[in-house]
């Protein structure tokens, strides 16, 4: 499809995605499939790709049933300095320079599980999970924990293909130094029914780019997502994606733009409330902690020598996580 043919929502066109189907045996047309929508909107759909449908229903269900708990219950669950559990409306402003207020979301995070006596524990964003009880949510961390290590497994899929996209061999990101002990953190969202307003700084999630490899994300049918191809032009154009069901709508993070030597880019994207509720679940893929992420030897040349300095996944995460969110202090402030 041509932008020509691009359906219009409330003026806004549709973006016309690329979709990738992990199930086909001609790997050569994914990977120019996949080359293709990653130089040209950084977002691609993802189809047949192991993750059971039954599963992603079910933690949609799930996660509507946390979110409808009482504001007191959630605060229990309130997110550590590990980055784990439960973040309030407004806890994340992802376009301070934009937004009046935060993002109009409430979140979850769920990483991998790693116990308090394991010496990984220590690290950034390890460590064990905040769970709702058992007898509060039954199967609620079953269904987590189960997603999470299906997500991660296509997202290692996923990530060979872009391999090949970048002329490296197809386990480039496999190995142990890259992938071998990544940071992969499951989020759970609901955005209430607030209409945002652009003019006014109102947004359900302000225009961000992710910050790492790459991100799967699910969502309900409802409209919400919006990606603006060329983060320089002025003024910006924004398009919808689509929900589609049972894909998953992949987008490539800042580290692979650094990587890539912004061969590959990271999209810019925002999220619109038109009024109705939303429910969306994204999946980041951050590679090890001590993975230094540098320029491409297949991205550089005379021409186009390194644009970035390295720098090691997770002091660029600290910087990240630190710029856009709340500062506990402000829940402990208030007595939460
Ligand atoms: C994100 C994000 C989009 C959505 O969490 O980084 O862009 O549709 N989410 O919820
Ligand atoms: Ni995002």
Redesign the pocket.
């Known amino acids: 499809m041509n932008d020509a043919n691009a359906i219009e929502v409330a003026g806004v066109p549709t973006s016309a995605l690329n979709c990738i189907d992990l199930s086909s045996s001609d790997i050569q047309q994914s990977v120019s499939l996949l080359k293709q929508a990653c130089l040209d909107s950084g977002f691609f759909y993802v189809i047949n790709h192991g993750v059971g449908q039954d599963l992603m229903e079910e933690v949609f269900v799930q996660s509507r049933r946390f979110f409808g708990l009482p504001l007191s219950e959630k605060m229990k669950l309130l997110r550590n300095e590990k980055h784990r559990g439960y973040t309030p409306l407004f806890d994340e402003v992802l376009d301070p320079g934009n937004q009046i207020q935060g993002d109009y979301k409430e979140g979850y995070y769920i990483g991998e599980e790693i116990p308090e006596d394991d010496l990984d524990a220590q690290k950034p964003h390890f460590g064990p999970n905040l769970w709702p009880s058992e007898d509060i949510l039954p199967r609620w961390r079953q269904t987590m924990e189960k997603f999470h290590s299906q997500a991660l497994n296509m997202a290692k899929v996923v990530a060979r293909i872009i391999a090949l996209a970048l002329d490296l061999e197809a386990d480039f990101f496999d190995k142990p130094e890259i992938l071998g002990k990544p940071i992969p953190i499951l989020?759970l969202?609901h955005?209430e029914g607030w209409i945002s307003d652009p003019s006014k700084g109102i947004y359900g999630?302000g225009a961000?780019s992710?910050f790492g490899l790459i991100?799967l994300?699910a969502?309900d049918d409802v409209l919400?997502?919006q990606i603006c191809k060329n983060k320089d032009a002025k003024p910006q154009a924004w398009e919808y994606v689509q929900p589609l069901k049972g894909a998953f709508v992949v987008n490539l993070g800042d580290m692979l733009e650094r990587w890539s030597n912004c061969i590959f880019r990271s999209t810019l994207?925002r999220?619109i409330g038109n009024g109705q509720e939303r429910y969306?679940i994204?999946f980041f893929l951050d590679p090890n902690h001590d993975c230094l992420i540098e320029c491409l030897p297949t991205c550089m040349s005379e021409e186009n020598p390194p644009k970035f300095p390295p720098i090691l996944c997770q002091t660029y995460l600290a910087q990240r996580y630190y710029n856009t969110h709340a500062d506990l202090d402000v829940y402990r402030r208030e007595g939460a």
Do not use: E, I, N, W
Request: net charge neutral; charged share 15%.
């Open positions: 989020r969202l955005y999630a961000h992710d991100t994300l969502t919400g997502l994207h999220v969306s994204a």
